[in-house]
């Protein structure tokens, strides 16, 4: 008797722990959808965007046709490096950019300027503050890539888009433009570019048979690009309605 009042809670607990996966999925998907919608997208658009990001976030393209070892010679003669730096060779790697993670926040970013929803100057005071930051703050980690705190860019991509807005509901654009392209081109272009951050990325004696792939946003839908544009819209858009004491009109 004892064993079968517990039978109905232990059925409950497992229903729980296999529907659980399932509302955190729900969640996510629907807070990114919200996130683009408070920066001016239908909700088809957004919902385009999203699921374009986690489907385009498996795609990668190569910069180049086949894996490098060593600088190029028109960049060790642009920095004033020579062969015999120890700090010019790597183990062989591959530089892509992510679609998802890279391509389609270019594209919407564009977007947003180009329809007037963010003032392109502003939002290139924006980009030139995060990137700055982030290129200061950015690690390389061997054989993984390279790394921010993950609270840094979505917090500076919000604060960004608040102190430039012209009114409150600009915030949000603002802020996802500052967020997106400041950490790609402050954390992940100008460090790629930076000399010595290849070997320290991809050193020689690290123990892989293939080539290491550097993909420019291209650490999946959990990438650091992705995300920082939604937490820092939801930031941006939560101070806004915080202040407000609404949410009416932010971002449209």
């Not at 070892?69 to 790597?90: E, I, K, N, R």
């Not at 967020?179 to 954390?187: F, M, N, V, Y």
């Not at 050193?203 to 290491?212: F, T, Y």
Request: contains cysteine; charged residues 10%; negative net charge.
């Amino acid at each position: 008797m004892f064993e079968l009042l517990f039978l109905p809670l232990t059925i409950v607990i497992m229903l729980l722990l296999l529907v659980a996966p399932l509302i955190f999925i729900y969640l996510f998907l629907r807070l990114s959808e919200t996130a683009f919608e408070m920066v001016g997208f239908s909700h088809w658009h957004a919902s385009l965007a999203v699921f374009g990001s986690i489907l385009g976030s498996l795609v990668d393209f190569p910069l180049i046709n086949a894996p490098i070892s060593a600088y190029p010679d028109w960049y060790m003669a642009l920095m004033g490096l020579t062969s015999q730096d120890a700090s010019t060779v790597f183990h062989p790697l591959i530089l892509a950019v992510n679609l998802g993670g890279c391509i389609i926040p270019l594209l919407i970013s564009a977007h947003l300027i180009l329809r007037g929803q963010a003032n392109w100057e502003k939002a290139l005071l924006g980009m030139a503050v995060v990137a700055a930051i982030t290129y200061n703050v950015a690690e390389a980690i061997p054989g993984e890539g390279i790394v921010l705190p993950v609270w840094l860019s979505p917090l500076l991509a919000a604060l960004m888009g608040l102190l430039l807005a012209g009114g409150f509901r600009r915030a949000p654009p603002l802020a996802y433009i500052s967020g997106t392209l400041g950490t790609l081109i402050g954390a992940d272009l100008f460090s790629l570019l930076t000399p010595g951050l290849l070997p320290a990325l991809s050193p020689l004696e690290l123990h892989q048979a293939k080539p290491l792939v550097l993909s420019i946003g291209g650490a999946g839908v959990f990438d650091g690009i992705f995300l920082t544009g939604i937490m820092a819209v939801l930031l941006a858009a939560g101070i806004v309605c915080l202040l407000r004491g609404s949410c009416n009109g932010v971002g449209r």
